[in-house]
């Protein structure tokens, strides 16, 4: 399928060093971006569908790299059937599993554990709910596995494994396990602050620093926070990837957003959800998490976008996240909402609004163009200009 979108006014481009490509136009085919700039009138003309962006302004599809996914949209936590479709709603494109922990009656057991990550990575291996893109299979590490477990199941896929909730006697059990995972390609990630759950241990700086996984979960609590003390030492004393969290501490994500930034750490800084969980469900986590950041915390909107995007892509090592070609074809059109004090979606967010999502493709398919669920209507007329197809991609109204 080849898609273009034009008349785009902003163009982010995930990479917060250069957060704004020139042009107007982004052109996709065969499910990845193939040109960011200008487009000729020869570029469009085998178009199969064509999005006049009105003005708008374009940014990466948003990446929640750390969402609780069972078996299908369904989550058991909330019982709520449908969430990530609605996610997609939200500007998500693609989401990233923090271990499929609310399984109902998971297994704990070696054998267990690897069969569920990865019964979860094929699930979702070929399954887009909505259209978004889920990385599913992350083994949860507990007492009993060995070096060859690891070896095993990367051999079959399974490239994430996460520390949190197994029982072990005490968190320093994990580094082990996060050696062998890491040893064996795979991302590791380990769940950060207060227990979440019931039977589950805290984990606070010196665990951390013992284990050395890629990333910190929701280091601004998960959804209760370590000790300010230890943030420094996060940054200081280790590469860990700081990944802060919709449903986590709001004092802690903005001083950790100033302290990475001071640090010239930005790399490190990630954004997710953590949902759903207790907290709930939240289509608008992402975006939520990157207003608070430009309204309260001063970071300017496009570094938290990139934060939410091209940040992400480059820790986990996967081709979304950016508008440049060769990238997996992911795209939002943002803009400000219809009856807001703002006039673009930039000004927006950084005002602390919410932006309107008035289209998201992926795979380089619109999935929808002109109205999301989950957003007030757009200023700008985002509207299919031209389509091959017996389809007009607009979603119902309200």
């Known amino acids: 399928m080849k898609t273009a979108i034009v008349n785009l006014k902003t163009i982010v481009t995930g990479d917060w060093r250069n957060p704004f490509a020139s042009g107007d136009s982004i052109l996709m085919e065969h499910g990845k971006i193939v040109t960011v700039?200008?487009?000729?009138?020869?570029?469009?003309?085998?178009?199969?569908?064509?999005?006049?962006?009105?003005?708008?302004?374009?940014?990466?599809?948003?990446?929640?790299?750390?969402?609780?996914?069972?078996?299908?949209?369904?989550?058991?936590?909330q019982k709520t059937v449908g969430f990530l479709e609605s996610y997609l709603h939200g500007g998500t494109t693609t989401a990233i599993s923090a271990s499929e922990v609310h399984v109902p009656g998971r297994p704990t057991d070696p054998q267990g554990v690897k069969a569920l990550a990865v019964a979860a990575q094929r699930c979702f291996e070929h399954?887009?709910?909505?259209?978004?893109?889920?990385?599913?299979?992350?083994?949860?590490?507990?007492?009993?596995?060995?070096?060859a477990d690891f070896e095993d199941i990367a051999s079959q896929g399974v490239w994430l494994a996460k520390a949190g909730f197994g029982g072990v006697a005490t968190p320093?059990?994990?580094?082990?396990?996060?050696?062998?995972?890491?040893?064996?390609?795979?991302?590791?990630?380990?769940?950060?602050?207060?227990?979440?759950?019931?039977?589950?241990?805290?984990?606070?700086?010196?665990?951390?620093?013992?284990?050395?996984?890629?990333?910190?979960?929701?280091?601004?609590?998960?959804?209760?926070?370590?000790?300010?003390?230890?943030?420094?030492?996060?940054?200081?004393?280790?590469?860990?990837?700081l990944q802060v969290c919709t449903a986590g501490n709001l004092r802690t994500l903005l001083l950790i957003a100033e302290l990475a930034t001071k640090a010239e750490q930005f790399d490190r800084f990630l954004i997710a959800t953590d949902t759903p969980t207790g907290s709930g469900?939240?289509?608008?986590?992402?975006?939520?998490?990157?207003?608070?950041?430009?309204?309260?915390?001063?970071?300017?909107?496009?570094?938290?976008?990139?934060?939410?995007?091209?940040?992400?892509?480059?820790?986990?090592?996967?081709?979304?996240g950016f508008i440049e070609a060769g990238r997996d074809a992911?795209?939002?059109?943002?803009?400000?909402?219809?009856?807001?004090?703002?006039?673009?979606?930039?000004?927006?967010?950084?005002?602390?609004?919410?932006?309107?999502?008035?289209?998201?493709?992926?795979?380089?398919?619109?999935?929808?163009v002109g109205r999301s669920r989950n957003t007030p209507a757009s200023e700008k007329n985002v509207r299919v200009a031209h389509t091959t197809l017996l389809q007009d991609f607009a979603t119902p109204k309200h």
């Open 127 to 147: 399954y887009r709910p909505g259209g978004m893109r889920v990385f599913a299979g992350s083994i949860i590490l507990e007492p009993g596995l060995v070096e």
């Open 281 to 320: 469900i939240m289509p608008l986590g992402m975006m939520y998490t990157i207003t608070h950041l430009a309204s309260l915390g001063k970071m300017p909107v496009e570094s938290a976008i990139c934060a939410a995007t091209g940040n992400n892509a480059r820790v986990y090592g996967i081709n979304s």
């Open 37 to 77: 700039g200008t487009l000729s009138a020869d570029a469009l003309k085998d178009c199969d569908v064509v999005i006049d962006a009105d003005g708008a302004t374009a940014i990466p599809g948003l990446i929640d790299s750390q969402i609780h996914n069972t078996f299908g949209d369904y989550t058991p936590r």
């Open 172 to 241: 320093f059990d994990y580094a082990p396990m996060i050696g062998w995972a890491k040893k064996h390609g795979m991302i590791t990630t380990v769940h950060t602050g207060g227990s979440s759950i019931p039977g589950s241990s805290g984990i606070w700086a010196d665990h951390l620093l013992a284990m050395q996984p890629h990333v910190s979960f929701h280091i601004n609590g998960g959804p209760v926070a370590m000790p300010d003390r230890d943030f420094s030492r996060i940054i200081d004393e280790s590469e860990i990837a």
């Open 330 to 368: 992911d795209v939002v059109i943002l803009d400000s909402c219809v009856g807001g004090t703002q006039h673009t979606a930039l000004d927006a967010l950084s005002n602390g609004d919410i932006a309107a999502v008035a289209a998201v493709v992926t795979d380089g398919v619109p999935r929808f």
